[in-house]
């Protein structure tokens, strides 16, 4: 049995600890919205926070999660209204929006670091994320918008 907390919540899996944490999630535990994007760690789109860091879900096995915290996009807010969230639509953020997951939550964590973030903060970090779109101004505005 493994241990996590996922989303505050304790969780005992009986699972292969070397599972991707991203099918952890995705296929055992039905929590969809984390995006499988490249699967090699490239693009981000599978991004969740370990103990508070952003984390390619692709990439982590499920045993590096073991005793420790995963937060989700679920996990961001119970609504879907997380200052974040709402500044993402009052900016018009997402277009695809199949990278938005892993935008929003490599964003929660630059912000749990830097709750006022400088444009190259916000560049550095949110530069593991693709954004086939182009939404990278609006990212800025919105995480801007949200530390304000
Ligand atoms: Fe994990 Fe692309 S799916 S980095």
Same mark, same amino acid.
């Given at each position: ?30 929590? %969809?919205?984390?995006?499988? +994007? ?6 981000? $789109?599978?991004? *969740?926070?370990?103990? +508070? ?11 590096? $999660? @073991?005793?420790?915290? *995963?937060? %989700? ?7 879907? #209204?997380?200052?974040?969230?709402? @500044? ?8 695809? +929006?199949?990278?938005?997951? +892993? ?5 929660? @964590?630059?912000? $749990?670091?830097?709750?006022?973030? %400088?444009? @190259? ?18 990212? #800025?505005?919105?995480?801007?918008? %949200?530390?304000?």
């Amino acid at each position: 049995m493994i241990s996590v907390t996922l989303n505050g919540e304790p969780l005992e899996l009986d699972l292969d600890p070397d599972t991707p944490l991203l099918w952890v999630l995705r296929d055992h535990l039905g929590l %969809t919205g984390t995006k499988y +994007g490249c699967g090699e760690g490239q693009c981000g $789109a599978c991004i *969740v926070q370990l103990d +508070g860091e952003p984390v390619n879900a692709c990439q982590t096995p499920l045993s590096a $999660a @073991a005793n420790h915290s *995963v937060k %989700t996009i679920e996990g961001l807010s119970p609504d879907g #209204r997380h200052p974040l969230q709402l @500044a993402w639509i009052v900016e018009e953020v997402a277009q695809c +929006g199949y990278c938005q997951s +892993g935008q929003l939550m490599t964003a929660d @964590a630059l912000l $749990a670091k830097y709750p006022r973030p %400088t444009d @190259a903060q916000i560049d550095a970090a949110m530069s593991e994320v693709l954004c086939r779109c182009g939404s990278y101004n609006r990212i #800025r505005r919105a995480i801007h918008r %949200t530390a304000n």
